[in-house]
């Protein structure tokens, strides 16, 4: 598969991108695919002017009227669904259902946020003083510097977007400096929609291209009033205290440590499904992929020897194949890691299976491993970090309140589920002493969430919210009002001050 080829089919000139000294690999080869180049201090800065710019053109266009060009953009990305499924493919290593099922959540939030663009409801509020009445407003913010991962290298930047661009701000995207071909023909795409568009200004979406130095320098420009990034907890730190110190606002969804409880009543067929779709899915690289497993020891055995059994039966490989089911690590780092983190369950008596490199031969420059179980000893703490590939750690459970309190004993609090069809159980699950996740499921497993739903989580997880829900609030500014129709000036709390 020829990047070329898919340009062209996306109409895109090949020769939109010029070169540069950034490497591009494809995770399914490790081979060069491109090479982009990187964007200087300077053109930074001119980048964030540019948007300022923007923002100030596009916070004047009525809201319907911008929910009509994302509508557009929606449209465009129907009619490139298959080509840019491949390319995230391509550049990422997903399988190639899940490159489609990352644009198809593009579109759906494109279609979302054009609802949205007529439903930016403030409040009216009852005022305490006579012949007055108060307002909540909702005002457009400038710049958003959205900051993506490689393992969503589209959606997420989509989720962000959309809503930023109805709530009447410009765009500025920074991606992994891995995945930076996808972007750049998001943007492209983008820029089409908007070249038919009148009222969208110039320069109200751009990609800067570069490094972490040119994330920083985004994150920490008093021009950009918010940052929204997904990524590590480690880079989230950096970012989330950085944008603070300049009182900036920052939306932060960052690393997952996942569970999934099963318990005696559960549907067990359902739960292994749900589970290998949550562990092995993208190859463990999702935020929400399943890494802990708490089973009830009732059915510990089963449900293990069924995981085992379904874990055999995974074809592995070229992702663009669409007989295989999990591709390629992103990277040789994410595979060291990965044999890292098997050695450490090893040395406190975790039983591991699979977690091999294979196709060696073939690929030799890439890094396809079979997903791994680990069977952790019953007194072992539960694992604190997340490593980003397909290892789930498995632990025996009894008390169901003691499975919660281990699920909640991470720093992490993204996603997590329950397998039950009791519903005491599911009911405790979601309640103040269930999961401490922002991201609480009941028969359904932890990866995968729809648009529609507020989507992020907890403590190190960042607490933003992006997506659906009322995440658009995050995008714009919030104006209380407060206005007097009668012919005295009450003051409020009683106060008298009289002259
Ligand atoms: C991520 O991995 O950063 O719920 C996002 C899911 C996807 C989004 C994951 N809709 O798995």
């Known amino acids: 598969m020829h990047l070329q080829q898919l340009l062209q089919d996306m109409n895109i000139d090949v020769d939109t991108f010029p070169g540069g000294e950034l490497e591009v690999r494809s995770p399914i080869d490790g081979k060069i695919i491109s090479t982009v180049k990187a964007h200087s201090t300077h053109e ?109 290298p589209v959606a997420v930047w989509a989720w962000n977007a959309a809503l930023a661009v109805i709530c009447g701000n410009s765009i500025i995207w920074k991606p992994s400096e891995k995945t930076p071909i996808t972007a750049l023909v998001c943007q492209e795409l983008f820029i089409r929609t908007c070249k038919q568009f009148e009222q969208a200004p110039d320069y109200l979406s751009q990609v800067i291209i570069g490094d972490a130095t ?84 009732s059915i510990y055995h089963d449900v293990i020897s069924k995981l085992k059994k379904a874990y055999q039966s995974i074809s592995i490989g070229n992702p663009l194949d669409e007989n295989n089911l999990v591709g390629p690590l992103i990277d040789k780092q994410s595979y060291d890691a990965m044999q890292a983190a098997i050695l450490k369950a090893e040395a406190v008596g975790g039983k591991v ?83 401490d996740c922002g991201i609480a499921n009941i028969n359904i497993g932890t990866s995968g969430a729809e648009i529609g739903g507020a989507f992020g989580g907890e403590k190190e997880t960042g607490g933003g919210r992006e997506s659906g829900s009322d995440a658009w609030k995050n995008y714009m500014r919030r104006m209380t009002s407060t206005t007097n129709y009668s012919r005295d000036l009450p003051l409020a709390q009683g106060i008298k001050f009289d002259l």
């Not at 977690?355 to 396809?368: L, M």
């Not at 459970?397 to 609090?413: H, I, K, R, S, W």
Request: contains cysteine; charged residues 20%.
């Open 353 to 435: 299976t699979g977690g091999k490199r294979v196709n060696q031969e073939s690929f030799e420059h890439a890094y396809y491993v079979e997903p791994c179980l680990i069977e952790m000893p019953e007194a072992e703490k539960t694992i604190q970090t997340e490593t980003f590939a397909p290892l789930l750690y498995i632990y025996p459970y009894t008390d169901l309140e003691c499975a919660v309190a281990l699920q909640n004993d991470v720093p992490q609090g993204l996603s997590s589920s329950i397998f039950t069809n009791d519903i005491r159980e599911s009911e405790l699950f979601i309640s103040a002493m269930g999961s």
């Open 214 to 297: 040119i994330g920083e320098q985004l994150v920490n420009d008093r021009r950009v009033p918010l940052i929204s990034a997904t990524g590590s907890c480690a880079m989230g730190k950096k970012v989330g205290t950085a944008v603070a110190s300049r009182f900036g606002k920052s939306i932060l969804e960052l690393g997952g440590n996942n569970a999934v409880i099963v318990a005696p009543s559960a549907d067990i067929d359902m739960a292994v499904r749900a589970i290998v779709f949550g562990a092995v899915g993208t190859a463990g690289q999702r935020c929400t992929t399943t890494r802990r497993l708490f089973l009830h020891a």
């Open 44 to 152: 930074v800065s001119e980048v964030i002017q540019l948007a300022t710019e923007a923002s100030q053109n596009w916070k004047l266009v009525p809201a319907p009227v911008r929910g009509e060009l994302i509508r557009q953009f929606g449209n465009t990305l129907r009619q490139h669904k298959a080509a840019l499924g491949r390319l995230v493919t391509l550049e990422c290593g997903k399988i190639y259902q899940e490159g489609l099922g990352e644009v198809q959540e593009m579109i759906d939030i494109c279609d979302f946020a054009q609802g949205l663009s007529r439903q930016l409801y403030g409040l009216t509020i009852v005022s305490e003083r006579p012949g007055h009445k108060m307002l909540e407003l909702w005002q457009p913010l400038g710049p958003v510097g959205i900051i993506s991962a490689f393992n969503f």
